[in-house]
C-alpha cells in the first residue's frame, strides 16, 4: 500500500525539479551530498514516521497525558518513538559534523520533518522542541551551556522547551512577570532564581528524558525592585527541570512544578502545562525556593535571542499544518477511490452498480481544492527552507542580508497561510468522507482538531498580520518587497513567454501591482492605528498572491511534460487561478478604499 | 449575568419588528396569540434550555454514550431535560389544541428552540427528531398509528428516530437494501417483517423512553424475490423498538438490536446508532426473526413522505447551526470585553495596564463578522420559518402554491448557509479566545465540533447544491426564481429610496441580476452534468445574496433609529456587503464562463 502520508513524487519534484537543491551540494558545506544521501535522509524520515509515529497516532489522541500526583503519564509508544528519532541522528540533521550532526541542508531536512508532523505532530513536538531548543543554545550560549545543555539534547538525553507565555500575558510577551534574581555566578553562567508562571508549555513535564532544559523568558527586578515595563526588559534563561552540573551530571530537582495539565481540542499526545517556577513548595535547590536558572545572552536581550529562531520555528509551524493537510488529503483521496456511493448525473440508472465517489464532480471539486492548498503550501514551505540555505550558504554580505530580508517577509506568510488553507483541506478531507469523516474511526477529523492549533500558536494569525504589514513590507526601507516582487516578476515573465500561462502571469502581475502599490499607500497615510486595522485582510491577500506565484512556477516546471503527475500540477495550477487568485480583489478593494467599518465598529454597538 | 445563548433584543428585533410575527395573530388559527404569549413562550424555552440543557452541555461531551452489553448508558441529566421540555408542552408546540398543542406560528415556536440548540444541542436531538416523527405520522398515518404512536411521542413517552442511511447508502438513498416481506394486516396497519442495517440513527438506542418509535426506509420485494432498483420502490414503515398494541400498551421487544454506536467529533450526547433490524439473534417477536413494521403511506412513496417533513427538518438544521454559531458568539464578545491583553497601537505604553482585547482591531473585525455570520442567518432561517406559517395559513391556493415554491426554493440555503457560516462563526469564537479557546475548558471549541455535522448530516453540503441549482431553481417552469428575485427587488427599491443604502441596493441588484442570467444559462445549457459539475459555488453565491438581502432588510428597519442596537446591526449590514458580497463575484464569474476545471480533472491527475 502506498503511504498515505505525503507524496513522495511531488516532494522529490519540488526538492530536485522545482527547486533544484542538489545544487546546494556546490557549498562546500554540503560537498558530501547528493541526491542520493538525500533520498536516504527522506527514506530514514519516511520510515521512523511509518514504524514509531503513526501507529499510535489516534491513541495518543484517545489516551491524553494524565498527572498521577507524581508524574505525567503518557502513553508507551511516545518515548520509543522520540529515541528513535534521536538515534537515527536526525536532532542534529542540519548541524555541522563535528556537533554530531549531518550537515543537511535546511530545506531537505524540513521535508523529512514533513513525514513526522503528517504521521503524528503531537509525537513529533517532543523533538522538535528540543532541536528549536538547542539550536538557540548554540547560537546564544556559551560553551559550558552548549556542552551540559545543548549537547545532550542534539543526543536525546534531554529534551527542551520554550517557555514564553503566562496566563495573564500571551500575545503580549512584554506584559511577563516572571522574576529573576540574580544568585551569583557559576560555571554555566549568571544565575538566577525564578519565580512565576508560564502557561502553554508544550512537552513541559514528562519522565521521557533523563531531563528537561527549559529555555524561560523572565524580567530582572531594577535597583527600585519593579520589574522593568515592556518587552526591553526581557532576558533569557536555561531552567533545567534537574539541576545539572557543568559535566552534564543530572541532580536534584530544582524548583520547577506542574501546575496543570492543558485538555485540548487536539495535538493531545504533547503534553501542555501551566508550570510554577519558584514556588518552593515540593522542591528546594539548595535549601531554598527559586528555581535556578543561568542567563543566556546578555540581560534584556532575551527577546532578541528567542526570536532569533523564529523564522525557523514558524516555518516549521507552516510545516506541520501543510503535512496534517497533505495527508488529510491524500486519506481523502484514497476514500474516493475505493467508496461506491451513487451515480453519474448522466447515466443514473439505478440498475447498475454504485461507482466510486470520485466520479461525481462535486467530489472531485473537494480533492482539487485540497490538492492545491496543500501542493502549494508543501512547495511554498519548501521554498521558504531553502531560502534558510540560500541566506546561510550566501558567501556575499549584502546578498546573505538581501536573503535574510526576503525570507523575514515571508515567515508570517510561511507561518499563517498554510495554518489557514490546509486547514480548509482538512475540513474539505472530513466532508468527502460524509457521515464516516465525522467519526473518530477516521484520522480525518482529528487532522482537523490537530491542526487548529496552528493559527493560534506561535505568533496568532492576526499577529502574523501585524508583523507582515506593520514591520516586513517596511524593512529595508521597502527593499524587502521590492526582493518579493522581482522574484514574482521573474516567474511571470517566464509565464508570458508561453502561450499557456500567459493568461495566468497577467492575472498575477495585476494582483501583484495592486499589492504593492496598496502597501505603500497604507504606508504613506501616517495614521498606524487605521493602516493596520485591515492587516488581516492585507495578511491573506499578499499570501494567496504568493501561493498564486508559487503555482505559477509549478506549471511551468511542468509545462513540457504530459505525463499525469504533470498534468495534475497543471490542473491544480489552473484552479487556483480560477477559483482562487480573484478572490483577493474583495481584500485589495477594501485596502485600497482603507475601509473603517472595523476601526468604526464600537464596543457598545455589538 | 447575561444569558449567553441568544440574544433576547435580536429575537424581538426580529420576530416584531422585521417580520411582524404578530400579524400572523389575524389568522383564525392564532388568534389566541399575541406578543404576550410568544414572549411567554420564548420564556419559557430559555428558562429550560438553562436550567435543564446548558448544564450538562460539556458532560455530555466527557461521558459519550456507552454500551454496556445490555443497555445504552446515557448520563443522567438528559432524562429529566428531555422530560422538562415534555412536561412544558413544547413536543406539541405548533400542534392543533385537540392534540395537545399550543397552535404557536412555527417561526415562533423555532425561536424559542433555538434557545434549546444553543444551549445544548445534542440533548436537544432527542425531542427535535421526536416532534419530526410525529409530525410525519400526523401527516400521512392512519388514526390508528397516530393514536397509537405518535401522540404517545408528543407526551413524551415515547421517542422516536428517522432510519434512512445504510452502511453502503448514504446520500445514495434509492441503494438501500432494507428488505420489507409483507406479514398480514393489523389494527395498525400492513404488517410487514423487516431485516436489514440502518446507520447513523440518532437517538437509535437508550432507556429515555417506554420505546422508540422508528420511521423506517425499506424495499418491498418483486414478484421475482428481488429489491426494485432505486427511489421508486421506497416504503416507509413504523417499527417500534417495542411491540405496541393498538391501545398503546408497550410490549416485548421488537427485532431491532443494537449493532454499534458511532464515536463522532462532536454531537456526542446524541446516541448515534447502527441499528440491526430482522436479525433473530436476541429477540425473536412472535417466535421468529424480522422487525415487526406498519406501513405508513402507499408502497412506493416512502420517500415522498420522509421529504414532506424534509423542509422543516433542514430549515431546523439550519437554526440549529445557527444556534451553535450564535451563542459561540455571545461567549467570545463576552471573553473580549473581559480579557485583558496588550495596548492599542495608538498608545503602546508598556506602563499602562493592558485592555480587553476587544479594543484591538483584529478582535473587533473577527466579531464583527461573527455577528454578520450568526445574526444573518438567525434573521434568515426566521424568514424561512415565516413563509412555513405564511404558506399554511394562505386562503388562497395559488398564494399557498407559490409561497411553498419559495420555501423550496430557500431550503437547501436556510440548510447549507448556517452550516457553513454559522461554523466559520465558530472558528473565529475559538481564535478570538487564543490559546484558551483550544482548550476544553472553554465551550467554544465544542461548538465548533458539534456543528461540524451539520454541514454533513440531513443532505449534504454538495447536495444541497444540486438540489438547489438542478431542481429547485427550474421549479415552476422558472417561477420559483422569480417569485425570490421579485422579494429581492422589493427591498432593493425600498434601500433606493434611502440616501444611506442606495448603494448597497445596487450592489445587491447587480448579483441578483448576474444570479437570474447564469441560472437562465446554465440550464439553458442541456448538458446536466456540465451544468451541475459547478453546483456548489452556485449554492454559495445564491446564498451570499439570500444573505445579502437578508441584511439589507435588517439595516432598511432600523434606519431611523440611532441606538447602539440598531447602529450594531447597521454596521454588520454594511461589513456584509463590503466584505463578503463582493465574494461571490468569483463564483459568478466561473458559472459564466462555465468553468470545466473540476470537470477536466482526471483521477489519475491526482
Same mark, same amino acid.
Given at each position: 500500500m502506498?503511504?498515505?502520508?505525503l507524496?513522495?513524487? %511531488?516532494?522529490?519534484? /519540488?526538492?530536485?525539479?522545482?527547486? %533544484?537543491?542538489?545544487?546546494?551540494?556546490?557549498?562546500?558545506?554540503?560537498? @558530501?551530498?547528493g541526491r542520493?544521501?538525500?533520498?536516504?535522509?527522506? %527514506?530514514?524520515?519516511?520510515?521512523?514516521?511509518? @514504524?514509531?509515529?503513526a501507529?499510535?497516532y489516534?491513541?495518543?489522541?484517545?489516551?491524553?497525558?494524565?498527572?498521577d #500526583?507524581?508524574?505525567?503519564?503518557?502513553?508507551?509508544?511516545?518515548?520509543?518513538?522520540?529515541? +528513535?528519532f534521536?538515534?537515527? #541522528?536526525?536532532?542534529?540533521?542540519?548541524?555541522?559534523?563535528?556537533?554530531?550532526?549531518?550537515?543537511?541542508?535546511?530545506?531537505?531536512?524540513?521535508?523529512?520533518?514533513? $513525514?513526522?508532523?503528517?504521521?503524528?505532530?503531537?509525537?513529533?513536538a517532543?523533538?522538535?522542541?528540543?532541536?528549536?531548543?538547542?539550536?538557540?543554545?548554540l547560537?546564544?550560549?556559551?560553551?559550558?551551556q552548549?556542552?551540559?545543555?545543548? /549537547?545532550?539534547e542534539?543526543?536525546?538525553?534531554?529534551?527542551?522547551?520554550?517557555c /514564553?507565555?503566562?496566563p495573564?500575558?500571551?500575545?503580549?510577551l512584554?506584559?511577563?512577570?516572571?522574576r529573576?534574581?540574580?544568585?551569583?555566578?557559576?560555571?554555566?553562567?549568571?544565575? $538566577?532564581?525564578?519565580? *512565576?508562571?508560564?502557561?502553554?508549555?508544550?512537552?513541559?513535564?514528562?519522565?521521557?528524558?533523563?531531563?528537561?532544559?527549559?529555555?524561560?523568558l523572565?524580567?530582572?527586578?531594577?535597583?527600585?525592585?519593579?520589574?522593568?515595563?515592556?518587552?526591553?526588559?526581557?532576558?533569557?534563561?536555561?531552567?533545567?527541570?534537574?539541576?545539572?552540573?557543568?559535566?552534564?551530571?543530572?541532580?536534584?530537582?530544582?524548583?520547577?512544578?506542574l501546575?496543570?495539565?492543558?485538555?485540548?481540542?487536539?495535538?493531545?499526545?504533547?503534553?501542555?502545562?501551566?508550570?510554577?517556577?519558584?514556588e518552593?513548595?515540593?522542591?528546594?535547590?539548595?535549601?531554598r525556593?527559586?528555581?535556578?536558572?543561568?542567563?543566556?545572552?546578555?540581560?534584556?536581550?532575551?527577546?532578541?535571542?528567542m526570536?532569533?529562531?523564529?523564522?525557523e !520555528?514558524?516555518?516549521?509551524?507552516?510545516?506541520?499544518?501543510?503535512?496534517?493537510? $497533505?495527508?488529510?488529503?491524500?486519506? !481523502?483521496?484514497?476514500?474516493?477511490?475505493?467508496?461506491?456511493?451513487g451515480?453519474?448525473?448522466?447515466?443514473r @440508472?439505478?440498475?447498475?452498480p454504485?461507482?466510486?465517489?470520485i466520479?461525481?464532480?462535486?467530489?472531485?471539486?473537494?480533492? /482539487?481544492?485540497?490538492?492545491?492548498?496543500?501542493?502549494?503550501?508543501?512547495?511554498?514551505?519548501?521554498?521558504?527552507?531553502?531560502?534558510?540555505? &540560500?541566506?546561510?550558504?550566501?558567501?556575499?554580505? &549584502?546578498?546573505?542580508?538581501?536573503? *535574510?530580508?526576503?525570507?523575514?517577509?515571508?515567515?508570517?506568510?510561511?507561518k499563517?497561510?498554510?495554518?489557514?488553507?490546509?486547514l480548509?483541506?482538512?475540513?474539505l478531507?472530513?466532508?468527502?468522507?460524509? *457521515?464516516y469523516?465525522?467519526?473518530?474511526?477516521?484520522?480525518?477529523?482529528?487532522?482537523?482538531?490537530?491542526?487548529r492549533?496552528?493559527?493560534?500558536h506561535?505568533?496568532?494569525h492576526?499577529?502574523?498580520?501585524? %508583523?507582515?504589514l +506593520?514591520?516586513k513590507?517596511?524593512?529595508?526601507?521597502?527593499e524587502?518587497?521590492?526582493?518579493?516582487?522581482?522574484?514574482?516578476?521573474?516567474?511571470m515573465?517566464? #509565464?508570458?513567454?508561453?502561450?499557456?500561462?500567459?493568461?495566468?502571469?497577467?492575472?498575477?502581475?495585476?494582483?501583484?501591482?495592486r499589492?504593492?502599490?496598496?502597501?505603500?499607500?497604507?504606508?504613506?497615510?501616517? @495614521?498606524? #492605528?487605521?493602516?493596520?486595522?485591515?492587516?488581516?485582510?492585507?495578511?491573506?491577500?499578499?499570501?494567496?498572491?504568493?501561493?498564486?506565484?508559487?503555482?505559477? +512556477?509549478?506549471?511551468?516546471?511542468?509545462? &513540457?511534460?504530459? &505525463?499525469?503527475f504533470?498534468?495534475?500540477?497543471?490542473?491544480?495550477?489552473?484552479w487556483?487561478?480560477g477559483?482562487?487568485?480573484?478572490?483577493?480583489?474583495?481584500?485589495?478593494?477594501l485596502?485600497?478604499r482603507n475601509?473603517?467599518?472595523?476601526?468604526?465598529?464600537?464596543?457598545?454597538?455589538?
Open positions: 502506498e503511504s498515505l502520508l507524496s513522495r513524487r %511531488d516532494l522529490e519534484f /519540488l526538492l530536485y525539479d522545482w527547486l %533544484d537543491v542538489e545544487a546546494l551540494c556546490h557549498a562546500p558545506r554540503h560537498a @558530501d551530498h542520493e544521501t538525500f533520498d536516504a535522509a527522506l %527514506d530514514t524520515c519516511e520510515r521512523i514516521a511509518t @514504524d514509531l509515529f501507529p499510535h489516534q491513541k495518543a489522541d484517545r489516551e491524553e497525558p494524565r498527572f #500526583g507524581t508524574a505525567v503519564e503518557l502513553i508507551e509508544e511516545i518515548g520509543p518513538a522520540v529515541r +528513535g534521536a538515534d537515527a #541522528g536526525l536532532l542534529a540533521a542540519t548541524l555541522d559534523y563535528d556537533m554530531g550532526g549531518m550537515q543537511l541542508p535546511h530545506v531537505v531536512a524540513s521535508a523529512g520533518m514533513a $513525514y513526522l508532523y503528517a504521521a503524528n505532530v503531537a509525537t513529533a517532543y523533538p522538535v522542541l528540543t532541536m528549536g531548543n538547542a539550536s538557540l543554545l547560537a546564544h550560549g556559551t560553551p559550558a552548549i556542552e551540559a545543555f545543548a /549537547l545532550p542534539l543526543q536525546g538525553r534531554f529534551l527542551g522547551t520554550m /514564553l507565555s503566562e495573564q500575558a500571551g500575545s503580549s512584554g506584559d511577563i512577570q516572571t529573576a534574581e540574580p544568585d551569583g555566578e557559576s560555571l554555566l553562567g549568571p544565575r $538566577y532564581r525564578l519565580t *512565576g508562571s508560564k502557561m502553554w508549555i508544550s512537552g513541559g513535564d514528562h519522565e521521557l528524558a533523563d531531563t528537561i532544559v527549559h529555555l524561560v523572565a524580567k530582572v527586578p531594577g535597583a527600585d525592585g519593579k520589574l522593568p515595563p515592556g518587552t526591553r526588559g526581557i532576558s533569557l534563561f536555561i531552567v533545567p527541570r534537574h539541576l545539572v552540573d557543568a559535566d552534564g551530571t543530572v541532580g536534584a530537582r530544582n524548583d520547577v512544578q501546575a496543570g495539565i492543558n485538555h485540548k481540542m487536539g495535538y493531545r499526545g504533547t503534553v501542555n502545562c501551566l508550570l510554577a517556577f519558584g518552593g513548595t515540593r522542591f528546594r535547590p539548595e535549601g525556593a527559586g528555581a535556578i536558572g543561568y542567563r543566556v545572552g546578555a540581560e534584556g536581550e532575551g527577546l532578541a535571542a526570536f532569533h529562531m523564529m523564522n !520555528a514558524r516555518i516549521g509551524v507552516g510545516l506541520g499544518a501543510t503535512a496534517l493537510g $497533505y495527508t488529510a488529503y491524500l486519506h !481523502a483521496l484514497d476514500y474516493a477511490r475505493t467508496r461506491p456511493q451515480r453519474p448525473l448522466a447515466e @440508472d439505478p440498475s447498475q454504485q461507482v466510486p465517489i466520479r461525481h464532480p462535486d467530489v472531485r471539486r473537494m480533492l /482539487l481544492a485540497q490538492k492545491a492548498y496543500v501542493e502549494g503550501a508543501l512547495a511554498f514551505s519548501l521554498y521558504c527552507a531553502k531560502l534558510v540555505d &540560500d541566506a546561510s550558504l550566501a558567501t556575499d554580505d &549584502d546578498e546573505r542580508r538581501r536573503l *535574510g530580508l526576503l525570507l523575514d517577509l515571508l515567515t508570517p506568510i510561511a499563517s497561510w498554510p495554518s489557514q488553507w490546509c480548509a483541506a482538512n475540513d478531507a472530513i466532508q468527502v468522507h460524509g *457521515g469523516g465525522y467519526t473518530r474511526e477516521y484520522k480525518v477529523e482529528q487532522l482537523y482538531r490537530d491542526n492549533l496552528n493559527p493560534i506561535e505568533g496568532a492576526g499577529i502574523q498580520a501585524l %508583523d507582515l +506593520g514591520r513590507v517596511a524593512a529595508g526601507g521597502g524587502a518587497l521590492a526582493l518579493f516582487a522581482a522574484r514574482v516578476e521573474a516567474t515573465v517566464e #509565464g508570458r513567454a508561453t502561450s499557456t500561462w500567459c493568461d495566468e502571469a497577467d492575472a498575477l502581475g495585476a494582483r501583484l501591482a499589492l504593492v502599490a496598496v502597501t505603500r499607500d497604507l504606508h504613506a497615510s501616517g @495614521d498606524p #492605528g487605521a493602516m493596520l486595522s485591515n492587516a488581516t485582510p492585507y495578511l491573506e491577500a499578499f499570501g494567496h498572491v504568493a501561493l498564486a506565484w508559487t503555482w505559477l +512556477g509549478q506549471a511551468l516546471a511542468t509545462s &513540457d511534460r504530459d &505525463d499525469d504533470s498534468r495534475g500540477k497543471q490542473q491544480a495550477a489552473r487556483f487561478f477559483w482562487e487568485l480573484p478572490k483577493v480583489d474583495v481584500a485589495l478593494a485596502l485600497e475601509d473603517g467599518t472595523v476601526l468604526s465598529m464600537q464596543e457598545a454597538m455589538f
